[in-house]
């Protein structure tokens, strides 16, 4: 008998299901955050079963676009998620380098192989904006290239401007019209409308979770909320975001309100200014630190959401500045676009906003652009903060670089320092 085609969007689905069953007792509403991801992965495998179109988008491509058009987005280096399944990630990333180089970045590697190996539908189209990096623009082309998939670039700006705003919102514009040359469907004006409006409001019920993981102590942990990135980059636009939020906002407010118990006794206050070890999500070293240190893990760069919900919905060119404006807000976008001072801004901002005793810059070791920045931010912390950083390489989405006992080695040297300096900032 021939062995079934293997499909990573059912086996995603599939995973997630599990994680939500395993965390239903404990956290019920994390546990529903589990189920959507997996919902998306799911969506994705039957609209390219049925032959509805499936769009790959890259970070700061809005999701809203697309699920107006009744297109699946799925962001493709976001299937770095994969990471979270022990050893399933690293024969689609080794396969790649048949393709492309081994110093371009794993996580712009694991679509490719995934594709290579067949053990993904091919999307009908790749959208793709010229940031964070050219990691990306140098493998979603291959991709298109290699598998004769249409593909689109939309250029974005070197740093924010009004100009740079109308120039990202007409690129937008030709995108859709690209969009429905290549998928036959339509953008329909109140459909977008009706989008925005719940993306509008997943944004602003984010922004005042924000606020609350600012207190101190902090009413929820990292591990908890490290995957709402991975829902913004899908369904920001549907309702399902929004109740989910909502519910965590009320759950936060009861922890807050000593109704429910907060996560750990918190001793030190972790912010990570790159990216966290996909690899390891749940458990780990999060709860090692929790565990071992008192520390909690507060936020990271990619769930350090700022985007302001738009009022202005009135007409087409409104909504797609709004969502050009947006799409440069989005972490990454943010950070690594432009000149140093993105992402050294962003990171003091995080430090002092969310009153961090010690900082973590975790660089994935394919990422040079960002490493060229890592000293620079290290130092201004520092020095604007008295607050010390560790510089962690790693492989956001393969452990063999850094397994979970090397990352522990470092955090029992840095921690010492960590809560030597908060002494010294309390004090005075
Ligand atoms: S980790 Fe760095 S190189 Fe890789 S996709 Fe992100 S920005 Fe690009």
Redesign the pocket.
């Known amino acids: 008998m021939e062995d079934e085609k293997r499909n990573v969007y059912i086996e995603l689905t599939q995973g997630f299901a599990a994680m939500k069953e395993e965390l239903a007792e404990e956290n019920p509403i994390r546990a529903a955050g589990y189920g959507m991801i997996g919902d998306i992965y799911g969506q994705a495998a039957e609209a390219s079963e049925r032959g509805d179109p499936v769009a790959w988008i890259s970070f700061g491509v809005p999701p809203e676009i697309f699920l107006a058009m009744d297109i699946v987005p799925i962001c493709d280096?976001a299937l770095g998620i994969l990471g979270s399944f022990p050893g399933v990630v690293q024969g689609y990333v080794d396969l790649a380098n048949e393709l492309v180089p081994d110093y371009i970045?794993s996580?712009?590697r694991l679509p490719l192989g995934l594709a290579l190996a067949g053990d993904i539908p091919h999307p009908d189209v790749l959208v793709v904006q010229n940031n964070?990096?050219d990691?990306?623009m140098g493998t979603d082309p291959a991709i298109s290239r290699y598998f004769g998939l249409p593909f689109y670039g939309i250029s974005t700006p070197y740093t924010d401007s009004e100009a740079g705003y109308q120039y990202v919102a007409s690129e937008m514009k030709k995108a859709v019209l690209w969009l429905e040359e290549h998928t036959g469907r339509k953008m329909d004006i109140d459909r977008l409308r009706e989008v925005m409006k719940h993306s509008n409001r997943a944004h602003e019920v984010l922004l005042k979770l924000n606020k609350l993981a600012m207190k101190v102590p902090c009413p929820f942990a990292m591990r908890e909320s490290q995957l709402d990135y991975v829902l913004f980059l899908h369904i920001a636009g549907k309702p399902e975001l929004v109740d989910f939020l909502e519910g965590v906002y009320k759950d936060t407010q009861d922890r807050i309100a000593g109704k429910t118990p907060l996560p750990i006794e918190e001793k030190l206050r972790l912010v990570w200014t790159y990216a966290m070890p996909a690899y390891d999500p749940v458990g780990g070293i999060f709860d090692w630190l929790e565990e071992e240190h008192g520390a909690i893990n507060i936020i990271y760069m990619n769930n350090n959401i700022i985007v302001e919900p738009t009022e202005d919905l009135s007409d087409y060119d409104s909504i797609m500045k709004a969502l050009a404006k947006k799409s440069l807000a989005m972490p990454?976008s943010r950070e690594?676009r432009g000149p140093m001072e993105s992402w050294l801004n962003s990171s003091l901002d995080m430090v002092r906003d969310y009153k961090a005793d010690g900082a973590v810059f975790a660089g994935?070791a394919?990422?040079k652009a960002?490493w060229a920045v890592a000293k620079l931010v290290k130092d201004a912390i520092q020095e604007q903060y008295g607050v010390p950083t560790v510089n962690i390489e790693l492989d956001?989405i393969d452990s063999r670089l850094t397994p979970t006992d090397e990352l522990i080695k470092r955090f029992d040297d840095f921690l010492p320092l960590v809560a030597e300096a908060k002494k010294k900032r309390t004090q005075g």
């Open positions: 280096v970045c996580t712009n964070p990096c990691s990306i990454m690594c994935h394919g990422c960002n956001f």
